[in-house]
């Protein structure tokens, strides 16, 4: 990599999003897995994480606004101190009143402020870089990503195991703030723009610039989303209800460790995400547009080993293996998918529209997610003793939308 990318302000924002991205995936993986424990329903799971994305989904696009009118490094700081909040606040409440309804709420504002604050860090890339850097400088955002997302769940899970919810809670807040204090030192370069007149009338004007852009200007990235919103819905849903639902109630092992397991499973998962990041940058030149149709391809083939093995084996041991293998492969796919096609819209999109374009882009792949979890959710609950019905059913559903799908990659060369 040019040695000119890691400046002393890519460097903090990428420090900042280690300590920030780690306290988030460990109090995003230790929430759910709580609930979980205290009610044993994959139904009540499914829908509580449905109801956590609806403001991650919603608040992404003012996210994307905010970012290309405000100091993306305002944005980071505000909305870290903000989380920090947040957890202290539920850690001040979480044994009065409805544990479920304090729980729901707190993981809503959880992922609505993830959904604010990830435009302001991708569309910082664009001021801090040069154009030719832009799949190496996302390959590193997208393999510190994975990094926190690797060791929270397992330190959090091994944290959750030994000494329950509350020290996880507090190792959470004091990564938000420091954080917060890191992006303080952080330099972004910032244009300011017009108004459009008035608040509801700039919103309205940016997001109609926004969508103009992605559906008419650029029709092929609009169709690119509703490929990764159908991907979304019946892939990557499943897998946020399974790992937890699959290893704690219902494969045969140790329940003392079964929390545990769980911690690592999930960080199976940022373990593709972190090879694939690096294979991202190592083979930036190869990694075409024509050729990450087929990265899809091979998620969809991930998920029917999983739901193989489970109607054909019994141990839980091996069971758990396969789907730790299936879904760090599956990650590390998608890893690389992510890494080229953001550097593709940042390269394509004009600087007055990259936020607000990134935001669109993350909105529309991840709104069917919600509806994913509940789904599956209810899918896993109903068919209780086939289980790999439903991962089956998820694999080749998601085949059948990948495979068509490849062909609208290759226009994007």
């Known amino acids: 990599m040019d040695r000119q990318l890691f400046t002393k302000d890519f460097i903090l924002v990428v420090i900042g999003q280690v300590i920030s991205l780690f306290g988030n995936a460990a109090v995003r993986f230790v929430l759910p897995l709580y609930l979980l424990n205290e009610t044993g329903s994959s139904a009540l799971f499914g829908t509580v994480m449905a109801c956590a994305f609806i403001p991650s989904v919603l608040l992404s696009p003012i996210g994307g606004i905010v970012a290309d009118r405000v100091n993306k490094r305002n944005i980071m700081v505000v909305l870290d101190f903000l989380t920090a909040g947040l957890i202290l606040l539920f850690t ?10 304090h729980l729901t709420v707190t993981l809503m504002l959880l992922y609505g402020i993830a959904g604010a604050y990830q435009p302001a860090v991708q569309s910082s890339i664009p001021a801090l870089v040069e154009q030719e850097q832009y799949i190496a400088a996302n390959s590193v955002i997208n393999t510190v990503n994975a990094v926190s997302s690797l060791i929270g769940p397992a330190l959090g899970g091994v944290l959750y195991s030994a000494f329950g919810l509350g020290p996880v809670l507090w190792v959470c807040v004091g990564c938000f703030f420091l954080s917060a204090v890191m992006e303080l030192f952080i330099h972004i370069p910032h244009t300011k723009q017009s108004n459009a007149g008035g608040i ?34 019946f892939l990557s849903a499943m897998i946020v209800v399974a790992i937890p639902y699959l290893v704690t109630e ?8 079964a929390n545990r397991l769980c911690g690592f499973a999930e960080s199976a998962l940022a373990a593709g995400g972190l090879v694939g990041g690096i294979l991202a940058g190592v083979f930036a030149g190869r990694l075409t547009m024509r050729r990450t149709g087929n990265l899809l391809i091979v998620c969809a083939l991930c998920a029917l080993p999983m739901g193989t093995a489970l109607a054909l084996v019994s141990s ?17 796919c998608s890893s690389m998918f992510s890494v080229r096609m953001m550097a593709f819209v940042q390269k394509e999109t004009p600087p007055v529209l990259i936020g607000k ?25 109903r068919c209780s003793g086939f289980e790999f019905v439903v991962v089956q059913f998820a694999g080749l559903i998601s085949l059948l939308i990948a495979v068509p799908g490849r062909r609208l990659f290759t226009k994007l060369e």
């Not at 001040?92 to 309804?101: K, S």
């Not at 009338?201 to 990764?228: H, N, P, Q």
């Not at 091996?318 to 293998?325: G, Q, S």
């Open 92 to 101: 001040a409440r979480i044994h009065t009143g409805d544990l479920i309804v």
């Open 316 to 332: 839980g041991v091996v069971n758990y293996a396969v789907i730790v293998l299936c879904c760090f492969l599956m990650m590390a």
């Open 357 to 381: 374009v990134i935001s669109v882009i993350m909105t529309v792949a991840m709104c069917a997610q919600p509806l994913g979890n509940a789904m599956y959710g209810v899918l896993f609950e």
């Open 200 to 233: 509801w009338r700039t919103v309205k004007s940016d997001f109609s610039d926004s969508l103009r852009f992605i559906c008419r200007e650029r029709s092929e990235i609009g169709k690119a989303m509703l490929v990764l919103c159908g991907i979304n819905l």
């Open 250 to 257: 219902v494969l045969p092992l140790n329940s003392a460790w």
